[in-house]
Nanobody
Framework: QVQLVVSGGGLVQAGGSLRLSCAAS????????MGWYHQAPGKQRELVAT???????NYADSVKGRFTISRDNAKNTVYLQMNSLKPEDTAVYYC?????????WGQGTQVTVSS
């Protein structure tokens, strides 16, 4: 059974940094991409950053230059380094692993950026 365990959220002042981690356990085959999404209150879940199996990255315009997605294949872990955080980054953040057959989601972690 596949589980994604997310850690690293919290409260930070504007301009600060946080690092989210998402560790996958269980057998996951044919990964297409790993990524992060966020959902602010009253809004739909949106893409933040993704990395394909060939390490191609894609970022939302709002986070380009501030956030960095990375992964450790040996640990089956994907990270999101978030720098220069802004109040508008406040949301619940979810990690996702997309395979050719299934999408796996981790539990959300709250990120709150105070002004």
């Amino acid at each position: 059974q596949v589980q994604l365990v997310v850690s690293g959220g919290g409260l930070v002042q504007a301009g600060g940094s946080l690092r989210l981690s998402c560790a996958a356990s269980g057998s996951i085959f044919s990964i297409r991409a790993m990524g992060w999404y966020h959902q602010a209150p009253g809004k739909q879940r949106e893409l933040v950053a993704t990395m394909t199996s060939s390490a191609r990255t894609n970022y939302a315009d709002s986070v380009k230059g501030r956030f960095t997605i990375s992964r450790d294949n040996a640990k089956n872990t994907v990270y999101l380094q978030m720098n220069s955080l802004k109040p508008e980054d406040t949301a619940v953040y979810y990690c996702n692993i997309a395979t050719i057959l299934h999408d796996y989601w981790g539990q959300g972690t709250q990120v709150t950026v105070s002004s």
